[in-house]
């Protein structure tokens, strides 16, 4: 599976960007999947997870609350809505496909990447 992560920008403090991950085949509808963020001199941390049929999300502390993850099997897509951004939130977001059809927070859980997309929120 191929993954395209998109809708990265600047934003100010405060504002919001949906973020959206494309697969390339439907192998990805019988997977969870997930978004991590990785920032300038740290390393990759999980943000959300949701299981193949969208039945079991999770999210990280930091972001509950102003994030939602969502899903849409029929178009091979996931999409991460960030809302009331904060300047720790810039980063580098990345998708990942699971291996399992359930999605949990560690790395060595996903088999398949995208390549990334920037968010920087300025202050």
């Known amino acids: 599976v191929q993954l395209q992560a998109s809708g990265g920008g600047l934003v100010q403090a405060g504002g919001s960007l949906r973020l959206s991950c494309a697969a390339s085949?439907?192998?990805?509808?019988?997977?969870?999947m997930g978004w991590f963020r990785q920032a300038p001199g740290k390393e990759r941390e999980f943000v959300s997870s949701?299981?193949?049929?969208?039945?079991?999300?999770y999210s990280a502390d930091s972001v509950k609350g102003r994030f939602t993850t969502s899903r849409d099997n029929a178009k091979n897509t996931g999409d991460l809505q960030t809302n009331s951004l904060k300047p720790e939130d810039t980063a580098v977001y990345y998708c990942?496909?699971?291996?399992?059809?359930?999605?949990?927070?560690?790395?060595?859980?996903?088999?398949?990447w995208g390549q990334g997309t920037l968010v920087t929120v300025s202050s």
């Open positions: 990942a496909v699971a291996r399992n059809w359930f999605a949990g927070s560690y790395l060595h859980e996903y088999t398949y």
């Open positions: 949701i299981s193949w049929n969208g039945g079991s999300i």
């Open positions: 085949d439907t192998t990805f509808s019988r997977y969870g």
